[in-house]
């Protein structure tokens, strides 16, 4: 497959006025996260590259910015994604804009450098033909660590946390400017050590930690002065191109806020669904299982939706009522999200 960003002709070297030497030009790239869930399962859609050097092969859709061709950046976006996937979303926000030195850069690279504006967007695919356009994968195959709902996983006790406590006791390498927080204080904030509390919004500051730790593939790609290598490849999760890993966990960390205070859930969800099923899709973006009864009370409270009349059956149980958001909702986006509490029931 050819690279997306080989497609557009690189800008022109150009002159530093201050230095007089040349030195390579800036590209705008496009990158979106498209979050569906598919059978209570949070999927990401992923096209592939050759392999890098650390065998990583899954990217996020991604393209360059062509002020000729696009009028916005977000048209751009769409047809970037529309060309390499097939695919159309609705809802789509802009996350961050990622510029550091060295995310595609090597010495003596002369290409332009790439500044890749990344986007969040979200979409509802069935059990028809949507699922099998473009490849889909579980965002948990990225992050491990972060999936709560059968249970606390297993690789933080028996991979991450022992190796992230032995790197935190042992001194930086040099001055770490910017860190005013200790080693141990950011591990207890973002890993809940120590008595603290697993918070599950933190998925881009736990990312960074165990990137800064070098326990994970990117960071021996990158950085390999920092990395540990005995680290069994696949445990921690599947390495991404470039630091497209780091923008799927701004995603992650973005819509699993804003699923509290703005209904985006229903732009993953069909017209109609029981609240079973609304409960299934919202735990598999937050990761946690949520306590039955206290969901629908904080549902139905909330006044986020309205029954339709109908009913659905399930098989082997009773017919459950469909439900659809209502209307007010789908119309105010400023109106109140799912405030839900993750339990561990």
Do not use: C
């Not at 804009?97 to 332009?112: I, K, S």
């Not at 909330?302 to 007010?328: D, H, N, Q, Y």
């Amino acid at each position: 497959m050819k690279h997306a960003l080989d497609i557009a002709k690189p800008p022109a070297v150009r002159r530093d006025p201050l230095t007089r030497n040349e030195s390579p030009g800036v590209e705008i790239g496009l990158n979106a996260a498209i979050v569906a869930v598919h059978k209570d399962e949070p999927v990401l859609l992923i096209v592939r590259e050759d392999q890098d050097a650390i065998g990583a092969s899954d990217s996020l859709p991604y393209g360059p910015f062509s002020p000729l061709e696009h009028r916005t950046l977000e048209i751009g976006l769409r047809a970037w994604v529309r060309e390499q996937t097939g695919i159309d979303f609705g809802y789509v926000e802009q996350l961050y804009t990622f510029g550091d030195r060295g995310r595609h850069a090597q010495v003596d690279d002369r290409g332009p450098h790439v500044v890749s504006i990344g986007y969040l967007a979200l979409t509802h695919i069935d059990d028809g033909n949507d699922h099998h356009r473009g490849t889909w994968r579980s965002w948990y195959q990225y992050f491990p660590w972060e999936d709560w709902r059968r249970g606390r996983p297993a690789v933080l006790d028996d991979i991450l946390l022992p190796r992230l406590s032995a790197w935190a006791a042992q001194p930086p390498l040099r001055p770490v400017p910017g860190r005013p927080v200790r080693r141990e204080d950011r591990l207890r904030m973002y890993f809940g050590t120590d008595g603290g509390a697993w918070d599950e919004e933190k998925v881009l500051d736990r990312y960074e930690l165990l990137y800064e730790a070098g326990l994970i593939d990117e960071a021996r790609r990158d950085r390999p002065e920092l990395s540990v290598m005995d680290t069994p490849i696949g445990d921690l999760g599947t390495a991404m191109i470039y630091d497209h890993r780091r923008i799927l966990a701004t995603a992650m960390s973005r819509i699993r806020a804003k699923i509290k205070y703005r209904p985006v859930i229903f732009e993953l969800m069909p017209p109609d669904f029981t609240l079973f099923e609304l409960q299934k899709t919202v735990e598999a973006i937050l990761g946690p299982h949520l306590h039955k009864q206290n969901f629908r009370r904080l549902v139905e409270s909330a006044g986020l939706v309205e029954p339709t009349g109908e009913m659905k059956t399930r098989t082997g149980g009773r017919p459950a009522k469909l439900f659809r958001f209502r209307r007010e909702v789908l119309l105010e986006r400023p109106a109140p999200g799912v405030r839900v509490k993750p339990g561990r029931a």
